[in-house]
């Protein structure tokens, strides 16, 4: 019994070999004068062609929250007033005079804020864009017939520079009580500024590898024509480490950050004033991987049986996510800030390769 199933299984593990010993297309063997495989080295330009997507922020300060004032210099709060507001005139007066010897109004008298804008808000105008770059690629083809194939697309990975886009600004408005309400409440608003992505050089860099799959159609015929062109479809994955944010950047996310800290630490105060708090904001950039579809139209050029050179064209549609957050030990994440990065590139290669 066990020499009958031996037989079998042997005779089940022979039988590709035997079905296939006289195909010249599903061997590995050459079939009908072409070579199975056959990779080439080349400069591979990667031409990104997305626009920049808006930033959104959360923070941990919910709509509506209530929160003690602490001491805040008179003219500070002069300076956040909503416009066209109306003013107790003796509370008017009353920070006018503090401002006018640069003085503060304590926290005994500053009283509590209900502070709207900073839950969650869009930054139209703002976001990442990828900047070109070159690198090497690496093509490899596997030759089902002398018009199929199916190929892997790979290179070096690039370092990417993200250039950034416009400026980012929180939305801040509250209603304040200071002096415990007795001269009427102060409806303060103003766009506090938070970072220019544009002024101090690209806002972030990343490592992008980017390895793509493809099964082709080659026009032509193997020692016939020297010139074929070829189309493919596929797919491409991109995976991005080696995340760096722009070193200004950071600092004014950092400052951000302790603004944020203040009002949950009931100096709301010193919010608007850019004041550090007790916490220690820490920085994360991360991106999402991504999938995507890829087209590509080449052509290849024989000089021999063996040797030629390969040009292409191809178009991906990635977009992928990135995520800033301003996490603390003790207050946890402060702020969560994240954008579609719409790469979409174009890759143009151009390379000699070797059949085998």
């Avoid at 209900?114 to 869009?122: A, T, V």
């Avoid at 702020?335 to 719409?342: L, N, Y």
Wanted: hydrophobic residues 40%; glycine residues 10%.
């Amino acid at each position: 019994m066990k020499k009958t199933l031996l037989c079998v299984a042997t005779s089940i593990t022979a039988l590709p070999m035997l079905t296939h010993a006289d195909s010249p297309y599903f061997s590995i063997q050459d079939g009908d004068g072409f070579k199975r495989f056959s990779v080439s080295v080349g400069a591979l330009h990667v031409m990104p062609q997305g626009k920049a997507q808006p930033f959104r922020v959360n923070t941990s300060v919910k709509e509506g929250e209530t929160a003690k004032v602490g001491d805040i210099k008179a003219q500070t709060v002069l300076d956040n007033i909503k416009p066209g507001s109306s003013v107790n005139p003796l509370l008017k007066a009353t920070l006018d005079g503090l401002a006018l010897i640069n003085a503060d109004v304590p926290s005994a008298l500053s009283g509590t804020a209900e502070i709207r804008g900073l839950s969650q808000w869009d930054n139209p105008g703002t976001g990442l864009e990828a900047d070109d770059v070159t690198t090497l690629g690496i093509m490899t083809n596997y030759f089902f017939t002398d018009n199929i194939s199916f190929e892997m697309k790979a290179g070096i990975p690039p370092k990417v520079d993200l250039q950034g886009k416009g400026k980012i600004y929180a939305p801040f408005s509250a209603t304040a009580t200071p002096m415990g309400g007795a001269l009427g409440n102060l409806e303060l608003e103003n766009d506090i500024f938070i970072t220019d992505l544009e002024a101090h050089g690209p806002a972030a860099s990343a490592r992008a590898w980017t390895p793509a799959f493809e099964f082709q159609y080659h026009f032509g015929k193997t020692g016939v024509n020297k010139f074929r062109p070829y189309v493919g479809v596929g797919m491409m994955y991109a995976y991005f480490n080696e995340l760096e944010i722009n070193p200004q950047t950071e600092k004014d996310l950092i400052a951000a950050g302790h603004m944020i800290a203040n009002i949950k630490e009931g100096n709301a105060g010193a919010s608007l004033e850019g004041k550090k708090s007790s916490a220690n904001p820490k920085v994360k950039l991360e991106a999402t991987d991504a999938f995507a579809p890829i087209a590509t139209v080449g052509f290849t050029y024989d000089f021999n049986d063996k040797w030629f050179a390969v040009g292409s064209v191809s178009y991906a549609h990635l977009k992928n996510e990135t995520t800033i957050t301003v996490k603390d030990a003790t207050h946890g994440e402060l702020i969560k800030s994240t954008a579609d990065i719409e790469i979409n590139p174009i890759l143009a290669y151009a390379g000699v390769g070797y059949r085998f």
